[in-house]
């Protein structure tokens, strides 16, 4: 093997590894955080420990297995928190939709098999493995909810049918039987697949929902009933909200 195919392949064995976020200056988390990630993915976001002064997308490169860039990947656009601490950037939307000029001339960002690495100023930050892509939205329907005990402050753990945005955290809520959003704490873990919540107050016996906006996405964009790669002329609904209902017994 080559010295330089030996390089990247120890990067890679490191990354693979850890599969999380290396030793890049002040990045504190990469999402999505998963190994794989759909070959439309769409969203990628980037937590800093404290607000980033400068432009950073140009610091950002996506790389395949081989040390190769991946031509133009992403959308010229820095998308940030109200904080400046948390970088949201876009997959070029024209190469992940089907049917666009930018994808007929440049061809998809991903390819399912492909292993690519983010990097800032060349310092690995993830390795995701290349899987299929994604079509249709998150499925409510086939979450599971785990039961949670009257008077303690136990985490309803909702195990989600795939992955969603990391930043859609809180697109999740539980409201009580008055239909009043219920105080707490949420988190997404498991590579964004797993929805935590953590009550404020002790859990009080009785019927509860955990509803989810119609605007909850998967890192490929598709919505809650929704596709991202509906056709211009043929528009979806607007959001409609899910909700499923849950017993909290004594």
């Known amino acids: 093997m080559r010295p330089g195919r030996l390089i990247v392949a120890a990067l890679f064995a490191v ?18 955080s998963a190994a794989e990630v759909p070959a439309n993915l769409l969203r990628i976001s980037i937590r800093f420990a404290a607000p980033v002064e400068g432009a950073v997308l140009p610091r950002l490169a996506l790389r395949h297995a081989d040390g190769s860039p991946v031509q133009q990947p992403f959308l010229p656009q820095e998308l940030w928190s109200p904080d400046g601490k948390i970088l949201t950037i876009l997959m070029h939307p024209g190469r992940v939709k089907t049917g666009l000029l930018a994808r007929e001339e440049m061809g998809p960002i991903l390819a399912a098999g492909d292993d690519v690495v983010l990097t ?24 599971r909810l785990s039961p949670v005990a009257a008077g303690s402050k136990q985490a309803l753990v909702v195990r989600l049918d795939g992955a969603i945005d990391g930043r859609d955290a809180g697109y999740l809520a539980v409201a009580d039987h008055r239909h009043r959003r219920v105080a707490g704490s949420a988190r997404l873990k498991d590579g964004e697949r797993v929805w935590t919540f953590t009550p404020q107050a002790p859990w009080r016996a009785g019927e509860y929902t955990l509803v989810a906006r119609g605007t909850l996405e998967d890192p490929a964009g598709n919505r809650v009933g929704g596709h991202f790669e509906t056709a211009v002329d043929q528009p979806g609904g607007p959001p409609v909200d899910a909700a499923i209902t849950f017993m909290v017994d004594r």
């Open 15 to 32: 990354l693979s590894a850890t599969a999380a976020v290396q030793a890049a200056p002040g990045v504190v988390q990469v999402q999505p």
């Open 120 to 143: 800032l100023d060349g310092h690995p930050l993830q390795r995701w493995n290349v899987g299929p892509a994604r079509e249709d939205g998150p499925v409510p329907s086939a979450w």
